[in-house]
Nanobody
Framework: QVQLVESGGGLVQAGGSLRLSCAAS????????MGWFRQAPGKEREFVAA????????NYADSLKGRFTISRDNAKNTVYLQMNSLKPEDTAVYYC?????????????????????WGQGTQVTVSS
Protein backbone atom coordinates (compact mmCIF):
# COMPACT_ATOMS: atom_id res chain seq x y z
CA GLN A 1 0.00 0.00 0.00
CA VAL A 2 1.35 3.40 -0.93
CA GLN A 3 2.15 5.80 1.90
CA LEU A 4 1.49 9.52 1.34
CA VAL A 5 2.99 12.27 3.48
CA GLU A 6 1.99 15.90 3.04
CA SER A 7 4.06 18.88 4.08
CA GLY A 8 4.22 22.63 3.54
CA GLY A 9 1.14 23.77 5.38
CA GLY A 10 1.16 26.63 7.84
CA LEU A 11 -0.14 30.06 8.70
CA VAL A 12 -0.14 32.72 5.99
CA GLN A 13 -1.73 36.12 5.57
CA ALA A 14 -4.45 36.69 3.01
CA GLY A 15 -2.92 37.30 -0.39
CA GLY A 16 0.08 35.12 0.37
CA SER A 17 1.23 31.85 -1.12
CA LEU A 18 2.07 28.35 0.02
CA ARG A 19 3.33 25.26 -1.75
CA LEU A 20 2.21 21.92 -0.45
CA SER A 21 4.13 18.75 -1.18
CA CYS A 22 3.05 15.15 -0.99
CA ALA A 23 5.74 12.49 -0.99
CA ALA A 24 4.75 8.95 -1.90
CA SER A 25 6.43 5.67 -1.12
CA UNK A 26 6.78 2.83 -3.58
CA UNK A 27 7.96 2.35 -7.13
CA UNK A 28 4.62 2.71 -8.91
CA UNK A 29 3.85 6.35 -8.06
CA UNK A 30 4.27 7.31 -11.69
CA UNK A 31 1.24 5.22 -12.64
CA UNK A 32 -1.19 6.88 -10.20
CA UNK A 33 -3.64 9.67 -10.70
CA MET A 34 -3.02 12.04 -7.78
CA GLY A 35 -5.43 14.47 -6.21
CA TRP A 36 -5.65 17.18 -3.60
CA PHE A 37 -8.69 17.65 -1.38
CA ARG A 38 -9.42 19.93 1.52
CA GLN A 39 -11.73 19.86 4.49
CA ALA A 40 -12.72 22.84 6.61
CA PRO A 41 -14.24 22.39 10.08
CA GLY A 42 -17.85 21.30 9.87
CA LYS A 43 -17.71 20.85 6.10
CA GLU A 44 -17.40 17.91 3.75
CA ARG A 45 -14.12 17.02 2.08
CA GLU A 46 -13.87 19.07 -1.09
CA PHE A 47 -12.06 18.37 -4.37
CA VAL A 48 -9.26 20.79 -5.16
CA ALA A 49 -7.29 19.38 -8.10
CA ALA A 50 -6.21 16.18 -9.81
CA UNK A 51 -3.37 15.27 -12.14
CA UNK A 52 -3.00 12.25 -14.36
CA UNK A 53 -0.13 9.77 -14.10
CA UNK A 54 1.93 11.60 -16.72
CA UNK A 55 0.93 15.11 -15.75
CA UNK A 56 -0.60 15.57 -19.16
CA UNK A 57 -4.13 15.96 -17.88
CA UNK A 58 -5.12 18.26 -15.04
CA ASN A 59 -8.46 19.06 -13.48
CA TYR A 60 -9.34 21.84 -11.01
CA ALA A 61 -12.33 22.76 -8.96
CA ASP A 62 -13.93 25.60 -10.88
CA SER A 63 -13.76 27.97 -7.91
CA LEU A 64 -9.98 27.52 -7.60
CA LYS A 65 -8.88 27.84 -11.22
CA GLY A 66 -6.28 30.52 -11.67
CA ARG A 67 -5.09 30.53 -8.06
CA PHE A 68 -4.02 26.93 -7.47
CA THR A 69 -1.64 24.84 -9.58
CA ILE A 70 -1.08 21.10 -9.27
CA SER A 71 2.08 19.48 -10.60
CA ARG A 72 4.10 16.33 -10.11
CA ASP A 73 7.65 15.08 -10.33
CA ASN A 74 7.61 11.34 -10.93
CA ALA A 75 11.36 11.10 -10.47
CA LYS A 76 10.87 12.37 -6.91
CA ASN A 77 7.61 10.52 -6.22
CA THR A 78 6.09 13.87 -5.28
CA VAL A 79 3.00 15.87 -6.16
CA TYR A 80 2.71 19.58 -5.42
CA LEU A 81 -0.02 22.14 -4.91
CA GLN A 82 1.00 25.75 -5.42
CA MET A 83 -1.54 28.05 -3.81
CA ASN A 84 -1.48 31.76 -4.60
CA SER A 85 -3.63 34.74 -3.59
CA LEU A 86 -4.83 32.80 -0.58
CA LYS A 87 -8.06 33.80 1.11
CA PRO A 88 -9.37 33.12 4.63
CA GLU A 89 -11.91 30.74 3.11
CA ASP A 90 -9.02 28.55 1.90
CA THR A 91 -8.37 27.63 5.52
CA ALA A 92 -8.67 23.85 5.81
CA VAL A 93 -6.78 20.63 6.24
CA TYR A 94 -5.36 19.69 2.86
CA TYR A 95 -5.05 16.04 1.89
CA CYS A 96 -3.33 14.37 -1.01
CA UNK A 97 -4.73 11.15 -2.36
CA UNK A 98 -3.95 8.51 -4.95
CA UNK A 99 -5.90 6.29 -7.31
CA UNK A 100 -3.84 3.12 -7.16
CA UNK A 101 -6.42 0.64 -8.42
CA UNK A 102 -6.72 2.07 -11.92
CA UNK A 103 -3.17 2.76 -13.14
CA UNK A 104 -2.40 5.09 -16.02
CA UNK A 105 -5.76 6.84 -15.84
CA UNK A 106 -6.76 10.46 -16.29
CA UNK A 107 -7.53 13.42 -14.06
CA UNK A 108 -11.29 12.99 -13.98
CA UNK A 109 -11.51 11.64 -10.43
CA UNK A 110 -13.13 14.40 -8.37
CA UNK A 111 -14.84 12.52 -5.55
CA UNK A 112 -13.13 11.25 -2.39
CA UNK A 113 -14.51 7.77 -2.95
CA UNK A 114 -12.52 7.44 -6.16
CA UNK A 115 -9.24 7.56 -4.24
CA UNK A 116 -7.95 4.61 -2.26
CA UNK A 117 -4.88 6.02 -0.56
CA TRP A 118 -4.73 9.15 1.60
CA GLY A 119 -2.18 11.17 3.47
CA GLN A 120 -2.67 12.40 7.02
CA GLY A 121 -3.31 15.98 5.94
CA THR A 122 -1.59 19.29 6.49
CA GLN A 123 -3.22 22.35 8.04
CA VAL A 124 -3.41 25.56 6.05
CA THR A 125 -4.61 28.65 7.89
CA VAL A 126 -5.09 31.95 6.12
CA SER A 127 -5.48 34.98 8.33
CA SER A 128 -7.35 38.10 7.27
Amino acid sequence: QVQLVESGGGLVQAGGSLRLSCAASGRTFSSYTMGWFRQAPGKEREFVAAISWSGGSINYADSLKGRFTISRDNAKNTVYLQMNSLKPEDTAVYYCAAVTTVPYSGSYYTTPGSYDAWGQGTQVTVSS
